[in-house]
């Protein structure tokens, strides 16, 4: 009897052994794997990021054409004025 309980008390040691060791390599397969995807998730923000960017610099760009279009019809108008100015002054005069 007594190496019948020597036998199991080995086995079961074995046991517990054993588990603690696979949840330990689950433990770590999951902390990789947590890692991967995390570093998965860092690099689609950046890349969203560098998108956004994309867009804000061409925005800013046709914003700046349609300031100057804008500055081009103002300076148009201004001289429209000039010339309407002028010529009422030559229909006053005749």
């Known amino acids: ?22 949840a330990y390599f689950a433990f770590k397969r999951n ?3 947590d890692k991967q995807q995390e570093s998965k998730n860092d690099g689609i923000v950046i890349s969203d990021i560098g ?20 500055r081009n019809i103002l300076e148009r ?8 100015a002028n010529l009422t002054k030559r229909v006053d005069e005749f």
């Open 1 to 22: 009897m007594d190496s019948l309980t020597i036998i199991v008390s080995i086995i079961s040691i074995i046991g517990t052994i054993s588990s603690i060791t696979f």
């Open 31 to 33: 902390a990789l794997n």
């Open 51 to 70: 998108y956004i960017k994309a867009c804000v610099d061409r925005v800013e760009k046709n914003l700046n054409k349609v300031d100057e279009r804008y």
């Open 77 to 84: 108008l201004a001289k429209v004025e000039e010339s309407v």
